[in-house]
């Protein structure tokens, strides 16, 4: 089945305590993407890769690290978690140049939700 | 800046129709879609329009667009509880460009 993993799903930590997300996906899709929803904030894109060892800033990436070393995977790491990370996280992928005509369709992850104490 | 707005809640009764509708700043938006995300899952495509029609129909669903207002509707028929979710706008402008996503609106199913 064509998917988006990401683990883990539920995760509480105390301030500075590094932790990573996984993010994989076996649609050998090029681009991938994090994103955190926040309560009436919608969606915000934290990193995205458009290939492997090709990474960018989104619109929050303060806080964050991202690796892409193999096409399936894109971890989202944070070195030193603080409270206001707590969020509920997205990874996502997409197949390069959208589909037949063109339009940007995400595959997204079920979500992990991350609590900082 | 590029900017897409929605209302937060609606409340519809069971078999009436439910009308989400979301308002974006870039005139040169191209594609424009509808995300559905379920309690605890991530969001899925429910649909999308390109900025060259007025009107999408597929079963219960209707997108309309006013591209000169810049306002994007989705339309469900006959609203049913497993309609309940989160329903997000999005836009782009092409294939290889960032999706801007509104703030979603919680649809939520009276009896």
């Known amino acids: 089945e064509a998917q988006v993993t990401q683990n883990p799903r539920y995760l509480i930590t105390v301030t500075g305590k590094k932790l990573t997300v996984t993010c994989s996906q076996n649609m050998n899709h090029e681009y991938m993407s994090w994103y955190r929803q926040d309560p009436g904030l919608g969606l915000r894109q934290i990193y995205y890769?458009?290939?492997?060892?090709?990474?960018d800033k989104g619109d929050v990436p303060e806080g964050y690290k991202v690796s892409r070393k193999e096409k399936r995977n894109f971890p989202l790491i944070l070195e030193s978690p603080s409270p206001n990370q707590t969020s509920l996280y997205f990874c996502?992928?997409?197949?390069?140049?959208?589909?037949?005509?063109?339009?940007?369709?995400?595959?997204f992850g079920a979500g992990s939700r991350l609590t900082v104490l | 800046g590029e900017d897409v707005e929605q209302s937060l809640f609606l409340s519809v009764r069971e078999g009436d129709s439910s009308v989400i509708n979301c308002t974006y700043t870039d005139s040169s938006s191209t594609y424009l879609y509808w995300y559905k995300q379920e309690p605890g899952a991530g969001l899925q495509l429910l649909t999308y329009?390109?900025?060259?029609?007025d009107m999408k129909q597929d079963q219960r669903l209707t997108v309309l667009l006013n591209k000169k207002d810049k306002h994007l509707s989705l339309r469900i028929a006959d609203t049913q509880t497993g309609d309940s979710a989160i329903y997000f706008c999005a836009e782009s402008k092409s294939s290889a460009s960032k999706i801007i996503f509104g703030s979603g609106t919680r649809l939520s199913i009276r009896p």
């Open positions: 890769s458009m290939n492997v060892e090709v990474t």
């Open positions: 329009i390109f900025s060259n029609m």
């Open positions: 996502a992928s997409k197949r390069p140049g959208g589909t037949a005509n063109g339009a940007n369709v995400l595959t």
